[in-house]
């Protein structure tokens, strides 16, 4: 069982940066893929970026390239997500999730899901 929990969510305006953070409980955290969602008014929840288990590899939705950075410091049982120019359209809850096995980034690919913490970008 892991649990997690996201912070770093706030009220920022276009162009400016935030930090979040994910911490995760349990002895494996090491071993599980982490995943950052986000879910806007009326939409559905999207994958935004990942990071395998050993923080070699980590992937981008193309509207995150080059904005935001995922981390992962496994001594601390913390992913991290730093989101830098953001837009309104980064306006949303932004969920952690982690995996242990497969490949997909996908809702139904997540075992455990964080609660969530609102991100929220004026123009």
């Known amino acids: 069982q892991v649990q997690l929990v996201e912070s770093g969510g706030g009220l920022v305006e276009a162009g400016g940066s935030l930090r979040l953070s994910c911490a995760a409980s349990?002895?494996?955290?090491?071993?599980?893929?982490m995943g950052w969602f986000r879910q806007a008014p009326g939409k559905e929840r999207e994958f935004v970026v990942g990071?395998?288990?050993?923080?070699?590899?980590?992937y981008y939705r193309n509207s995150a390239k080059g904005r935001f950075t995922i981390s992962r410091d496994n001594a601390k049982n913390t992913v991290y997500l730093q989101m830098n120019s953001l837009e309104p359209e980064d306006t949303a809850v932004y969920y952690c999730?982690?995996?242990?096995?497969?490949?997909?980034?996908?809702?139904?690919?997540?075992?455990?899901w964080g609660k969530g913490t609102q991100v929220t970008v004026s123009s």
């Open positions: 349990g002895r494996t955290f090491s071993s599980y893929s």
């Open positions: 999730a982690a995996r242990l096995y497969g490949s997909l980034w996908s809702d139904e690919s997540m075992t455990y």
């Open positions: 990071i395998a288990w050993s923080g070699r590899l980590s």
